[in-house]
């Protein structure tokens, strides 16, 4: 049973640079220290966010950090660090490898058009319902196809190349996108396939449910495809299909959310967990995006009722097929 006890001597390396406040308040309390110092400036890899090292009846000590980066050469610095055979690094795709190019498709235009993207100064922007798309995956799809992704900073594949651990890519795209994300993984120059947890002819395709939610997930070619479920669950699962130990994960992810199912999953296997939430691509949506995407969406569905009628027809009926 994991016993998290807040322990921070294993840590004082890493908060040595913290302010003197923080500092004072180490002397008064451990706990007081993590709880209040934890909501400052978290830009180096020194200067974890969340730190706890638990214990595990098993195996002794198990670390949990969280570190805030705008840059993926803090992870694999990380992972290099660590002991190569038995610590497994996990990227996300969307705005922490690659990132749209253009708004429309983009993973700041999904959370747009879900209600839930911010302006520059951090507020919900609402959406109008003219400007949703009806059937916003299968749009999400014709997108994929049609648009590019770039390198979400120049380096970003050479840092990747330098990784000499296993590596899982894990995406909450669904496997229905899988051509268009290999072939952008492709153009920027990445490719697992000799990374696969599996065999090199051997993928896997398989429901999975959680929480009443049945999503269909893929694993091929290193790419893990899990259609938004919860990435530390399903990262736990592959781990147990595929008979892969690994006692240390280095995660980067521009989401907290998924930072945090990552840690809770693996504080509960026993297994200890660098989490790098990757903040470099902004998620602020500006009016002139907001234009950009009505225009975009009007023009779509003008080239599908003027040339796809039949799609046009199941999509305007919201027949969705994704
Ligand atoms: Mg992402």
Same mark, same amino acid.
């Given at each position: *049973?994991?016993?998290?006890?807040?322990?921070?001597?294993?840590?004082?390396?890493?908060?040595?640079?913290?302010?003197?406040?923080?500092?004072?308040?180490?002397?008064?309390?451990?706990?007081?220290?993590l709880t209040g110092c934890a909501t400052g400036q978290h830009?180096? @890899?020194?200067?974890?966010?969340?730190?706890?090292?638990?214990?595990?009846?098993?195996?002794?000590? @198990?670390?949990?950090?969280?570190?805030? /980066?705008?840059?993926?050469?803090?992870?694999?610095v990380q992972a290099n660090s660590l002991d190569a055979q038995?610590?497994?690094?996990?990227?996300?795709?969307?705005?922490?490898?690659?990132?749209?190019?253009?708004?429309?498709?983009?993973?700041? &235009?999904?959370? &747009?058009?879900?209600?839930?993207?911010?302006?520059?100064?951090?507020?919900?922007?609402?959406?109008?319902?003219?400007?949703?798309?009806?059937?916003?995956?299968?749009?999400?799809?014709?997108?994929?196809?049609?648009? /590019?992704?770039? $390198?979400?900073?120049?380096? *970003?594949?050479?840092?990747?190349?330098?990784?000499?651990?296993?590596?899982?890519?894990?995406?909450?795209?669904s496997g229905a996108y899988r051509a268009g994300t290999m %072939?952008?993984?492709?153009?920027?120059?990445?490719?697992?396939?000799?990374?696969?947890?599996?065999? $090199?002819?051997?993928?896997?395709?398989?429901?999975?449910?959680?929480?009443?939610?049945?999503? %269909?997930?893929?694993?091929?070619?290193?790419?893990?495809?899990?259609?938004?479920?919860?990435?530390?669950?399903?990262?736990?699962?592959?781990?147990?299909?595929?008979?892969?130990?690994?006692?240390?994960?280095?995660?980067?992810?521009?989401?907290?959310?998924?930072?945090?199912?990552?840690?809770?999953?693996?504080?509960?296997?026993? @297994?200890?967990?660098?989490?790098?939430?990757?903040?470099?691509?902004?998620?602020?949506? /500006?009016?002139?995006?907001?234009?950009?995407?009505?225009?975009?969406?009007?023009?779509?569905?003008?080239?599908?009722?003027?040339?796809?009628?039949?799609?046009?027809?199941?999509?305007?009926?919201?027949?969705?097929?994704?």
């Amino acid at each position: *049973m994991l016993k998290t006890l807040y322990l921070l001597q294993a840590n004082v390396i890493r908060i040595k640079r913290k302010s003197l406040t923080c500092a004072a308040m180490l002397s008064i309390s451990s706990t007081v220290f993590l709880t209040g110092c934890a909501t400052g400036q978290h830009d180096r @890899i020194d200067d974890p966010v969340h730190v706890s090292v638990g214990q595990n009846e098993f195996s002794g000590e @198990i670390v949990n950090e969280v570190y805030s /980066t705008t840059d993926l050469h803090d992870a694999v610095v990380q992972a290099n660090s660590l002991d190569a055979q038995t610590t497994l690094v996990v990227f996300d795709i969307d705005d922490t490898l690659l990132t749209a190019t253009e708004f429309f498709g983009s993973d700041k &235009w999904y959370d &747009w058009q879900r209600g839930r993207a911010l302006n520059e100064s951090g507020v919900v922007i609402p959406t109008r319902e003219t400007e949703k798309v009806n059937c916003l995956f299968d749009t999400l799809g014709m997108v994929f196809e049609i648009a /590019t992704n770039k $390198p979400t900073q120049p380096d *970003m594949a050479n840092l990747v190349h330098s990784v000499s651990n296993d590596v899982v890519i894990l995406t909450a795209r669904s496997g229905a996108y899988r051509a268009g994300t290999m %072939r952008e993984l492709a153009r920027n120059d990445l490719d697992f396939t000799d990374k696969s947890l599996t065999s $090199p002819d051997v993928g896997l395709h398989y429901d999975y449910t959680l929480d009443g939610r049945t999503a %269909r997930v893929s694993y091929v070619d290193g790419v893990f495809m899990v259609q938004g479920m919860n990435k530390g669950v399903m990262l736990l699962d592959l781990l147990e299909r595929t008979g892969h130990e690994y006692s240390s994960v280095v995660f980067v992810d521009d989401k907290q959310h998924n930072i945090d199912n990552m840690g809770d999953a693996l504080k509960s296997a026993g @297994i200890n967990f660098y989490g790098y939430h990757y903040t470099r691509i902004s998620k602020a949506v /500006t009016p002139e995006e907001v234009v950009q995407a009505n225009a975009s969406r009007a023009a779509l569905g003008e080239l599908l009722n003027t040339h796809f009628e039949d799609r046009a027809e199941h999509i305007n009926h919201r027949q969705c097929d994704y």
